[in-house]
T-cell receptor, first 113, second 111 residues
Framework: DVKVTQSSRYLVKRTGEKVFLECVQDMDHENMFWYRQDPGLGLRLIYFSYDVKMKEKGDIPEGYSVSREKKERFSLILESASTNQTSMYLC????????????FGSGTRLTVV | QQQVKQSPQSLIVQKGGISIINCAYENTAFDYFPWYQQFPGKGPALLIAIRPDVSEKKEGRFTISFNKSAKQFSLHIMDSQPGDSATYFCAATTGTYKYIFGTGTRLKVLA
């Protein structure tokens, strides 16, 4: 069964910590995405990558960075975690061909205290 | 113009009833409209999708109705079941790999 795996289901971090969220896909997909999901706001795109070492900012990149050193792995980095980054983080991947159907991971619920 | 507006935010339906979720868009360049279903503790999963060259697509109890002139599309769940209780997201794309998602509808089907 093809899948997108996020390394942690729940994380609790302290304000100011550097936080790494890891995502691995086994579908040989070109594209990978990081979203955050908040009630009433839906899915908001943080960053995406269409190739190894390539990245583009999404709609809310402030306070985040990403790394894609290998095709199957896409990491989201919170440089200095803040309480307003408490959220559900979803990783997704898609193939490089139309219609680019997304496959999502199960999410990481991050709480910053 | 890149937004997809989804309504209602939440919906309660009796078992056996019809659930209807609506989405509206402005960008006429959108050419693919998927719906995603998300159960608690899980990531969203593709449910059904439509292209603007058809007005309706049906898969089992799930139907997408598409109105190109009104720039609206909707998801209908016939004979709604408690197992359909989930959050539903509509989305749109211009044929690129970047989707624009609606804000989601939390559906609860009462037994």
């Amino acid at each position: 069964d093809v899948k997108v795996t996020q390394s942690s289901r729940y994380l609790v971090k302290r304000t100011g910590e550097k936080v790494f969220l890891e995502c691995v896909q086994d579908m040989d997909h070109e594209n990978m995405f990081w979203y955050r999901q908040d009630p009433g706001l839906g899915l908001r795109l943080i960053y995406f990558s269409y190739d190894v070492k390539m990245k583009e900012k999404g709609d809310i990149p402030e306070g985040y960075s990403v790394s894609r050193e290998k095709k199957e792995r896409f990491s989201l980095i919170l440089e200095s975690a803040s309480t307003n980054q408490t959220s559900m983080y979803l990783c997704a991947s898609s193939s490089g061909t139309v219609p680019y159907g997304y496959t999502f991971g199960s999410g990481t619920r991050l709480t910053v205290v | 113009q890149q937004q997809v507006k989804q309504s209602p935010q939440s919906l309660i339906v009796q078992k056996g009833g019809i659930s209807i979720i609506n989405c509206a868009y402005e960008n006429t360049a959108f050419d693919y409209f998927p719906w995603y279903q998300q159960f608690p503790g899980k990531g969203p999963a593709l449910l059904i999708a439509i292209r603007p060259d058809v007005s309706e697509k049906k898969e089992g109890r799930f139907t997408i109705s598409f109105n190109k002139s009104a720039k609206q599309f909707s998801l209908h769940i016939m004979d709604s079941q408690p197992g359909d209780s989930a959050t539903y997201f509509c989305a749109a794309t211009t044929g690129t790999y970047k989707y624009i998602f609606g804000t989601g509808t939390r559906l609860k089907v009462l037994a």
